[in-house]
């Protein structure tokens, strides 16, 4: 319920924005993805990093992003997960992996409207190749495939739900993040099978307006 307190004194269901003070070592995180995203594909990306009560319960999954009608975004996190993922180093590579991917949405343009979030959520291709798209830069931006597999690990670990958005399998999730991770960073080539599930992942020359190839039979949607 939506302002009653909890027992630590914050209130349920809302959202604490992440700074230098209260949550130094997220904050440090996720100032450290923008400085590797910006670097490495030229745009300054600010996430406005918000931790809410509650949102793992609300929605079951750890991270979310919120879009506004001026078409303003802002990037949540379950405000207790987080809390305890900045206490370990392998919590700190998952929620960079957070950053990073959530910064990758709003990189590439993703559900830019309502409307096209909601035109989007009826192809379940394009919705795995924006999830795939959100993966590769994080691969590409932290350098490394790590962040992509300890949050497949750790969905795995706290049992979160399968997804209604039409996510890809996590398996392929993490193939796409290795073959995006290699020389320093490519883009991927997504071939699918003729029940239009992916059926393979490769990388490709790195060619960062075409991150996520899609190769799939013309009735696919
Ligand atoms: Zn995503």
Redesign the pocket.
């Known amino acids: 319920m939506s302002g009653k307190k909890r027992d630590d004194g914050l209130e349920n269901n809302a959202t604490y924005y992440v700074d230098e003070t209260h949550d130094p070592a997220i904050f440090k995180i996720a100032q450290e993805v923008r400085a590797k995203i910006k670097e490495k594909f030229g745009k300054d990306i600010d996430l406005r990093l918000g931790l809410k009560t509650g949102l793992y319960q609300e929605i079951g999954r750890i991270a979310s992003?919120n879009l506004y009608p001026d078409g303003h975004k802002e990037v949540v996190i379950d405000y207790d997960i987080a809390k305890k993922l900045a206490q370990t180093d392998r919590g700190k590579t998952i929620l960079a992996n957070i950053c990073a991917?959530?910064s990758?949405?709003t990189l590439l343009g993703h559900a830019k409207s309502f409307q096209q979030a909601l035109e989007d959520a009826q192809s379940p291709m394009r919705r795995q190749k924006?999830?795939l798209e959100?993966d590769v830069v994080s691969a590409i931006a932290t350098g490394s495939s790590a962040g992509v597999e300890a949050n497949s690990e750790f969905a795995k670990e706290i049992n979160q739900p399968p997804s209604n958005y039409h996510?890809p399998d996590p398996a392929d999730r993490v193939k796409a993040a290795q073959a995006a991770a290699k020389n320093g960073g490519s883009s991927i080539a997504v071939t699918y099978d003729e029940d239009c599930k992916i059926n393979d992942i490769q990388s490709v020359p790195l060619n960062v307006t075409q991150l996520v190839q899609i190769k799939a039979p013309a009735d696919c949607k």
Do not use: P
């Open positions: 992003t991917h959530e990758g949405h924006q999830e959100a996510h």
